[in-house]
């Protein structure tokens, strides 16, 4: 729908606003760090030393990955919220309007709503004319795409969380590879400098890696488990709101519900 289409659009826009924000504010504070140092001392401190260390091919590589993650977590933590997926002002509304049996205000109720709760509705609404479990079935379904879907947004930190450690080492045997070759091709005694370069090198771009996993681990678990929590959570409510709208509505017609829902062309 052109509605929730759009209302992704704005929160993707609002975690990568946020994201870009956080970035800038840590580019800045190197910026002053860096001044502040004015030349008072030939050793910098460290973040500037693990900026310098990054160089132009990982420092830009591990900054996009980093500012993706955050948006990533910003756009997951916005869509699960209990609120919003099981808004209370909507399951009550809901109820009182079935029990009152205004089935057709109902179900345009849940087919105007974004959350997860209304959407999954629908679905069973739409079917609940050829029986309780055919309704179940449709609302099922509509929640396993749901959190499919989200279940598949969330596989992208798991994908950080793997791909950061990979990045580092990369970073650490390019690292290697510079201290061995000053090794390797000095006709006099290997600078020290020059060897400790390559050596600090490895480990920055294997800290930067490790940095990026760890949250990116966490939160592909904290995700996957509040997935779950809501997915169960408005199974079971949805299921409620069927089962109490197909009685009543078999009570209105003192038979089988046949417009509990509007027919939906497909």
């Not at 309007?97 to 179900?107: H, I, L």
């Not at 105007?112 to 509705?121: G, I």
């Not at 929640?143 to 598949?152: A, F, N, V, Y």
């Not at 408005?234 to 027919?263: E, R, V």
Request: proline fraction near 4%; glycine fraction near 8%.
């Amino acid at each position: 729908m052109p509605f929730v289409s759009l209302i992704s659009r704005s929160r993707w826009m609002t975690a990568a606003t946020f994201a870009l924000t956080l970035c800038c504010l840590v580019t800045l504070g190197v910026d002053y760090a860096q001044a502040a140092e004015g030349g008072a001392s030939k050793k910098p401190n460290l973040i500037i030393h693990i900026v310098d260390s990054a160089g132009w091919v990982f420092g830009p590589m591990m900054l996009g990955i980093s500012v993706f993650l955050t948006a990533l977590c910003v756009l997951l933590t916005l869509d699960l919220r209990m609120g919003v997926a099981i808004p209370p002002g909507f399951v009550d509304e809901f109820t009182d309007t079935v029990n009152k049996r205004r089935f057709k205000e109902a179900f345009d109720m849940a087919r105007e709503d974004t959350s997860f709760l209304a959407r999954v509705l629908t679905a069973g609404m739409s079917r609940l004319q050829y029986g309780l479990e055919d309704a179940r079935e449709a609302s099922a379904n509509m929640l396993e795409g749901i959190r499919s879907e989200k279940e598949q947004k969330n596989s992208y930190t798991a994908v950080i969380g793997t791909l950061g450690p990979l990045l580092g080492l990369v970073g650490t045997v390019y690292g290697m590879i510079l201290a061995f070759m000053e090794l390797a091709y000095s006709d006099t005694t290997p600078n020290p400098k020059a060897l400790s370069s390559g050596i600090s090198h490895a480990l920055v771009v294997t800290l930067l890696g490790v940095g990026v996993s760890v949250p990116a681990i966490f939160f592909n678990a904290f995700f996957r488990n509040r997935i779950v929590r809501i997915s169960m959570d408005t199974g079971h409510i949805a299921d409620d709101l069927l089962t109490q709208m197909y009685h009543n509505s078999k009570k209105a017609t003192g038979g089988p519900s046949t417009a509990a829902a509007p027919t939906q062309t497909r």
